[in-house]
């Protein structure tokens, strides 16, 4: 398993790496930004049901 940190996950290369590591079924994305809502734009094709999604406050 590999544990990857995206740090500015709305910014144009997490926007456009995100979906190439969630090909990978042994990489656990972790995502920050400064607005979660900000992520909600994006639509993120998950690669199963029990992938999570956390907000910070």
Request: aromatic residues 6%.
């Amino acid at each position: 398993m590999t544990k990857v940190l995206v740090l500015g996950a709305n910014g144009q290369l997490a926007r456009n790496t995100i979906p190439f590591l969630l090909r990978n079924p042994d990489v656990v994305l972790t995502l920050y930004l400064r607005r979660a809502s900000r992520l909600a734009r994006h639509s993120f094709q998950t690669r199963d049901s029990h992938t999570q999604s956390r907000r910070s406050a």
